[in-house]
């Protein structure tokens, strides 16, 4: 019976391992009794009695590992299986310093134990090194990213997105960077997971919203054409459940008297399909108070357009990966036209990213995409940059 894997029966004094034995399960006792002891030197010692909802056996999980006493049910025993599987599989999700952690203490319990019984203490290998380093290199990613914020090491850098019609600017995208210790820019990849995963993002991204606000006044204020411009947010995961991130957002709207029009919060597919009642909720306040809302990185994800239509979203913006063989394979071609056609049809707007060279550029527009971004038009570039950016397309 499949159900049994999971459960032993023993009879009183039966045993259910011996020290030195492999062991590759811990028990839970359901009901029974068992009595842990070893028979070190001839002489039996009882170390420890164990009844309903106790745990044994679990330091053997730790590693690949040997029982350091025995155990046998001094009553009619049921016990629950945890097998070794189940639990590196639980392991391998869990945080990489927890893991570090765990396995740290389970080392040293099992040393203490050894010494205990009077066994030499072999020197035990505690930890795999690569394991260890990931784990500090985490903790220390963590820490400096902390301090970071605190620091003011992070900056935005904006990328200017095009209307492919003339040519024009029609806003920008902010793109985090972190400028670590001083030493250099460090790309979002590398932390927005990290800052993410330790709960960092959700007072990051209020950052980013007030320094990408005050972005877009110095931006327009440098827009010769006094066309309005729009400034692209990009949201993640996490700060779908920050209940601070709607007010962040109307209150740096209003410092910087901003209409909220002007600023377009991007999410990628993925997050929205998996998180879709949280991310409603917030995107239809945001879409309520008058921001606008772009699905990002489209093409990589579900690529389901049906879920566009519970959403209000503005923009769709099409993954660089997406257009990549537009150029030499047809279908390609024709997959982005019936894509930005039925975009354009739900009333969207379409931005091309990743554009690299005026092909492409050509193309994207005969095929009916309205918007592209891309290093053929300009690399993110600092404050500075953008403002020098945007006087010399007016001089020109
Ligand atoms: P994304 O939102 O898809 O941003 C576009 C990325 O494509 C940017 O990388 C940009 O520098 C890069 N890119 C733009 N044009 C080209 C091109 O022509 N060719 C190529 N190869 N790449 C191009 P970046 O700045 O490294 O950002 C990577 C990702 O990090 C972003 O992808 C976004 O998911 C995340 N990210 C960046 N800034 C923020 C932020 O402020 N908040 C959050 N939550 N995530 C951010
Ligand atoms: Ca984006
Ligand atoms: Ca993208």
Redesign the pocket.
Known sequence: MQADRFRRRLSEAEILFRAGDAGQEAYVIESGAIEIYSDHGGEHRVLALLGADDILGEMALAGDQTRTASARAIAPTVLRVITHEYLSERLNQADPLLRHLLRITMARSRQSLQRALGNTAVAEQIADVGERELAFKRLRLEQDLQRALDAGEFLL?Y?PILRLMDGSVAGF????RWNRGGQGLV???EF?GVAEHSGL?VPM?HW?IETACAGLVALQAACSSGAPLFMS????IRQFSDPDLFPCLQRALARHGLDPGRIKL?VTESLVMENLEAAQALLQDCKALGAQLAV??FGTGYSSLSYLHKLPMDTLKLD?SFLRDISVNAASAKIVRAVGALAIDLGMDTVA????SAEHGRLLREIGITHA????YS??LTLEAALTYLGGRAAA
């Open positions: 850098h990328q995208e902010a793109l985090i790309p979002p990849m927005i993002i991204g980013i947010i990009n949201l993640s991007e990002d990185d660089r990213e990743g554009v690299e971004q891309g290093y053929h690399r993110p």
